[in-house]
Every structure is written in structure tokens, then in C-alpha cells.
């Protein structure tokens, strides 16, 4: 098996170190790189200068993309800043890779046809990279769901927080792509798992309201704060995000007839008012299980083993409902889902 990785970063060197953890010398691992960086990125987001990247995860480097994909890989994994998703994700399907695409699919959704057109052309595997959808306790909860535990629901938010310049302590915040427009970023595109986790829960709104924009001090040029309201779903769904205050916090809380439950994504645990559910902590749970079970997948969807769990229909479902979030911000009025 023969994987390229566009984009060495932070989130492209964890997908390869964990390819090469998972598959050792079975997976044959290409790298696009252009600024060529030598340190590597730990899993807890700490540069480690001491270590060079391409020497310790085994690649073969090309600065040029149609060169890459001339090597024939059998899959591209595309880690490059969201605005440079599309274009990548174009050309290799185009070649006939199958496609692992970070979220969000893009920062617009022109030339999203043309891609899921090529995709069904060439019969490609795509699977999105929202990897929160593989959390124990997010698992926990879609069947909590599924059984109707809570009874009818009234309630859902969903909550998300860090402070930007201590987000990828490994770089300068100011030049990320989540802080640059050009590049795709801000927090709603930045941190589209909190829709996607939305859409996927309690299924598709059909209006959403927002308020928010760049409020804080930080030097960026895009929002730091969203505050959405999704309405037609199963149940009113409030999303909060911010990129402008700490500590890191991200949360589910569900209120249903029969009591509450909140999710503690980043410690892996559940609590609950509820006298139908009870308390609920993954002890074992380490952040990197989420990324070891996307690569998995993505393999074993490549073998034919699996479906794909986040399909591109849902990354560009998701993509459509995070770009009327901005939408509604901007002009703040109700913006219709379409």
C-alpha cells in the first residue's frame, strides 16, 4: 500500500506516525512538502527540534504535486490549510487516488461538484477527517440517543474553548491557518466538529441564527467566537465556540423529560442527573485512539472491508450548514440550510 501525505504538519506527521505504527513497512509513505520543515510534532503538540520528521517516519519528499501523484500512490491523505483542500483533493482523484480529506472539505463550496462528480466517476473511497465521531463517549452517547433513554429532547449545547496562542504551542499562532482568512480559518471551519457533531446527533437544521465575529484582542483576521443556534432538527441545538479563552473545554449536554447528561470530551467522561443513565468514564482513553481508528478505517475502506463512516456527502452536508453559521454572523439574520 502506497499513501501520500500532502502536508507535513502538525495533523500530516500524526496520520503518518500512525500509519507507520499501525503497518509498519506495509504502508510505503510519500510526502508533498514545500516549506520542508526538519522538527517533528509530538502528539501533545510540542516541537521536538532534536528529531527530523522525514528521517523518522521513513519518506519519500516531493515539493511538486502531479510528481507525487506520478509515484502512484493508492491513497492521498490531504493535511494542508482548508483552503488548499479542494484543489489537492481534485487532482488526486483525478489521478485515481482514494482521497482521506482533513475537515473541513473546504472554505467554499465552489468546486464541490466537480469533486464528487470525479469521486463517483472513478468509484473513489473518500472518508472526511472528523475524528470525534470515533470518541467512546461520543459513541456512547449516539446510542443513548438511539434508545431514547433521556425521552423526548429539549435541549442540546454544545460547547467548545481554547485560546488560540496556546492551541499549537508548536507554532506562532499569528501565522496559522486557523488565525489567516486566506487560509480557511476561524473558528467555525476551524472547529467544524462541533456541527459535524450536531448533524450527526440530532440530525440536519434547517435554519440557524448566529451571533459572534472577532472580538477578542488576538491578531488575526478572521472570528474567534461563534455562538449558532440550530433550529428543525430533533431538537434545538446551541453551539458555542471560542478561540479567545481558556482552559480547553469541549462538551455535549443533552436534557431530555427523563433528566441530563454531559459529555466531557477532552476527559473522556460522562455525568449525569439523570436517574435512567449512569455515570460513565473511559479510564484507557488516550486523544490519539480517535486518529489510530481513522487510519484503520481508512484502510480497511481501501480494502473493501468497510464503508466509509464519515462519507464525503456528510463532509459537504456539514461544510454547508458551518458556511451559513458564517453567513448568519455576518449579517445577522436567519440563514436557511440549503
Known sequence: MRI???????????????LRALYGGGVELLALRRRR???????SLQRDESRNVEAELVVTVFDDLDEALAAGPDGVFVCTPSSQH????????????????????????????RLRETVAANGLVVLIGCQWRYHPCVRWLRELLRADTLGKLVRVEIEYSDYLPEWHP????????????????????????DY?????????????????GHLSALDIDVEDTAHAQLEGGAVPVSVRQ?????????????AGEHGSVTVDLLAARVTTDSPCVAAVAFADYQRNDMFLDEARHFLACLAEEEKPAVPLEDGIAVLRLALAVKVAMRTGHAVEVV
Open 242 to 254: 471560542s478561540f479567545a479563552s481558556g482552559p480547553a473545554r469541549r462538551s455535549i449536554t443533552v
Open 170 to 193: 508548536y507554532e506562532d499562532y499569528r501565522t496559522s491557518y486557523a488565525a489567516r482568512a486566506e487560509l480557511g480559518g476561524g473558528v467555525v471551519l476551524t472547529q467544524i466538529h
Open 37 to 43: 520543515l526538519p522538527y517533528v510534532v509530538t502528539d
Open 86 to 113: 479542494l484543489e489537492i483533493a481534485q487532482r488526486a482523484a483525478t489521478a485515481g487516488c482514494h482521497l482521506f480529506i482533513e475537515k473541513p472539505v473546504s472554505h467554499t463550496l465552489d468546486g464541490i461538484d
Open 4 to 18: 501520500l501525505i500532502a502536508g507535513l504538519g502538525a495533523i500530516g506527521q500524526r496520520h503518518a506516525r500512525n
Open 196 to 212: 459535524d457533531l450536531a448533524w450527526w446527533l440530532f440530525g440536519p437544521p434547517r435554519t440557524v441564527t448566529a451571533s459572534g
